[in-house]
């Protein structure tokens, strides 16, 4: 392999690790997620919320990563098109993105009374809190628009990128939802809003780009 295909290769996978972070990251939003998982977890022990927080990681990462390897397999089963994929998963990443431009607060309509910390900890703190349906329709999406690369090894370079880039998101999320006393302490809850926000601006345009993705995948079929 010469010196060019190399670094066109680590372009590549940086561009999986990244794009694949910030594509998540205003579906999960670890920020904003730690101010819920805050106010869920609030009647138990420091010890129970920390084990919570690596447990989401893990779970959420496992998750993620098998949505990853195979959603498109089974997708594929069932006969969804890879440009409906690509529209889809950018209609949610813009429909999410634009949701926590315009709200006006974190809510969470989930109720935990009287049960078990290690109960909660897959669902429903994982799934659906921090890995839900949009965390899975995109991470699906990004593998579907990955494998539509022509070149083999940037197929899997893009893909190992993109993995990598869901361990570090969920790794954020763990710390934040473990620290989520002392983030919500520093930031208060305008500042929860302020980061949210700036990162749909983001987001809004991944998702628009995903979806012009899309369009272009279908209209090359003809």
Same mark, same amino acid.
């Given at each position: 392999m010469n010196s060019f295909s190399f670094v066109s290769l @680590? +372009? @590549?996978f940086i561009k999986g690790v990244t794009y694949t972070f910030v594509s998540l990251f205003s579906i999960v939003n670890p920020i904003g997620g730690s101010a819920i998982f805050l106010s869920?977890?609030?009647?138990?022990? &420091? !010890? %129970?919320k920390k084990m919570l927080a690596i447990k989401v990681f893990k779970y959420g990462a496992i998750l993620l990563t098998a949505t990853y390897c195979f959603g498109s397999f089974l997708l594929g089963v069932f006969g969804v098109s890879m440009f409906a994929l690509q529209i889809a998963g950018g209609l949610v990443i813009f429909s999410s993105a634009w949701s926590l431009l315009s709200s006006k !607060?974190?809510? &969470? %309509?989930? %109720?935990i009374n009287n049960q078990n910390p290690k109960s909660m900890a897959f669902f429903p +703190?994982?799934?659906?809190?921090?890995?839900?349906a949009g965390a899975i329709s995109v991470v699906i999406a990004l593998s579907a628009d990955n494998a539509s690369v022509d070149n083999i090894p940037s197929v899997f370079v893009a893909g190992a990128g993109a993995i990598v880039g869901i361990w570090c998101l969920m790794l954020l999320t763990g710390i934040?939802?473990?620290? &989520? !006393?002392k983030i919500f302490g520093i930031l208060g809850k305008n500042g929860v809003i302020i980061v949210t926000r700036l990162t749909a601006f983001i987001l809004i345009s991944i998702g628009v780009g995903m979806v012009c993705g899309g369009i272009k995948t279908f209209v090359g079929t003809f």
């Open positions: @680590v +372009l @590549v869920v977890t609030k009647p138990f022990s &420091s !010890e %129970d !607060e974190n809510n &969470s %309509d989930i %109720d +703190l994982t799934m659906p809190l921090t890995a839900g934040c939802y473990n620290f &989520s !006393e």
